[in-house]
Each structure stands twice: as structure tokens, then as C-alpha cells.
């Protein structure tokens, strides 16, 4: 049982959010060396600033 969806009175609180999905993660790593041309966001080779990952984000990627 979730005890942060507890309410005072004892009974469970109701979410109706749905938790968002993302179909692609982009990740960024400042101590990284090279372009963003060089770069696609993946884990092993993560954009190099934040702005870049920004740029390249959409609606279906999480930075």
C-alpha cells in the first residue's frame, strides 16, 4: 500500500493522472568531448551540452 496516497479520514486517494511514457531517453554529459554531430543522446555517447539535447527533444523523448 502507498501511504503517500492516504488520506487524513483513513481512506486511499484516487490518482487520475497517468504516468507519462517517453519513447526515447536523451542523455547529456558536460565532460564529454567532441560535436553533437558526433553524439545522438544514447548513453554511450551522450550530447555534450544541454542546449543541444534541447534541440533535438520532441514531444516522444525525455532529456
Known amino acids: 500500500m502507498d501511504l503517500t496516497s492516504i488520506l ?10 497517468q504516468e507519462q511514457r517517453y519513447e526515447q531517453e536523451l542523455h547529456v554529459d558536460c565532460n564529454q568531448a567532441g560535436t553533437s554531430k558526433e553524439h545522438d543522446g544514447s548513453i554511450e555517447t551522450p550530447f ?3 542546449n543541444e539535447a534541447a ?3 520532441d514531444p516522444v523523448r525525455t532529456v
Do not use: K, R, V
Request: proline share 12%; charged share 10%; net charge negative.
Open 8 to 17: 487524513p479520514e483513513g481512506t486511499s486517494f484516487a490518482f487520475w493522472e
Open 48 to 50: 555534450p551540452t544541454i
Open 55 to 57: 534541440a533535438a527533444a
